[in-house]
């Protein structure tokens, strides 16, 4: 039996594969949750057994399937906790199973790293962007490591591991060409579709840098006032009325500025992947822009 693996990354439209086209397919579908993935990243490595989680992901699979795709964005790790446990649940992954051939979705990091910092805001989050990102504060939660976020040598670990290449899913290709990003997925996969696929909500709700600044506010007086959690206790139809008017008076630095600053980091980086891998990164002005490449003239 063939193991498919998607492994995320987290905000590359992994809930929208795993809800409107992974259960499409016409091959069995398993989507990763609970203890196995605890087991993955944190257990401890003498109580890890590699044929238990095999086991688990692949109980209720008919064994005489000639393909299975066992999907979580948890497989590479935690974001908030700056990757740390990537490197074992991948490694334990690979000891699970060793001849997997893997999917990885990938987003440009500039819409990347401001969609995982709204999700840590709708959570409380109460850190400026630029603290978050600081490789010289303080470490802990709710940091996002900015080397985690190069691609190219996280894709070459993962060939060098798995024996080849991952197939990757373009983030951006999906928003602006999903038919080509479908049939792409499907090539790679030897399946096709049965049933209709949703376009569903792929555009993320459009949050400015003064609403952003104004719901950091809100969490902050919030964790002032003894909320572990940093939510102010509002039925959200509230609370956003309160972002919106609190928005329009917020002060402070811009967070894409913060956004800006790491061009230079990711530009060159961002130029390799897209020759190695021939993954059409400047065709299109929008997707140029989140892999801070040059727009197309």
């Known amino acids: 039996m063939q193991v498919f693996l998607h492994i995320g990354l987290h905000k590359t439209a992994t809930t929208y594969l795993q809800n409107q ?9 398993v989507q990763a949750a609970g203890p196995v993935l605890r087991r993955l990243g944190w257990q401890q490595g003498y109580l890890f057994d590699p044929d238990a989680v095999r086991a688990s992901l692949l109980a209720g699979i008919d064994p005489s399937c000639e393909a299975v795709l066992i999907s979580s964005e948890a497989f590479t790790g935690d974001p908030f ?5 990537r490197e074992q649940a991948l490694d334990r992954l690979h000891r699970a199973f060793p001849d997997a051939r893997v999917l990885l979705g990938v987003r440009g990091q500039r819409t990347l790293l401001w969609s995982l910092y709204k999700h840590q805001l709708r959570f409380g989050g109460a850190r400026p962007l630029q603290e978050m990102l600081d490789e010289a504060g303080h470490w802990g939660p709710g940091w996002l490591d900015p080397e985690s976020f190069l691609y190219t040598p996280f894709v070459a670990s993962l060939a060098e591991r798995f024996g080849s290449p991952p197939h990757l899913l373009v983030y951006e290709h999906l928003q602006h060409d999903r038919d080509r990003y479908l049939g792409d997925l ?3 996969l030897g399946a096709e579709l049965e049933g209709a696929v949703s376009a569903g909500r792929m555009n993320e709700a459009a949050v400015g ?9 809100l969490n902050r007086l919030a964790l002032n ?7 102010l206790p509002l039925p959200r139809s509230i609370q956003a009325g309160v972002v919106r008017t609190a928005g329009r008076l917020a002060r402070g630095a811009p967070d894409q500025l913060v956004l800006d600053a ?15 891998y021939g993954l059409r990164l400047g065709e ?8 801070y490449l040059d727009a197309p003239t």
């Open 186 to 188: 499907l090539a790679f």
């Open 225 to 231: 006032r003894g909320r572990s959690q940093g939510v």
């Open 21 to 29: 086209v992974f259960p499409r397919l016409s091959m069995p579908f």
């Open 262 to 276: 790491l061009a230079d980091r990711y530009r060159p980086d961002n130029l390799l992947l897209d020759e190695r």
């Open 209 to 217: 840098d003064r609403e952003v600044r104004a719901r950091r506010a």
């Open 284 to 291: 299109h002005p929008a997707v140029a822009a989140s892999w």
């Open 81 to 85: 906790l700056a990757y740390v446990n």
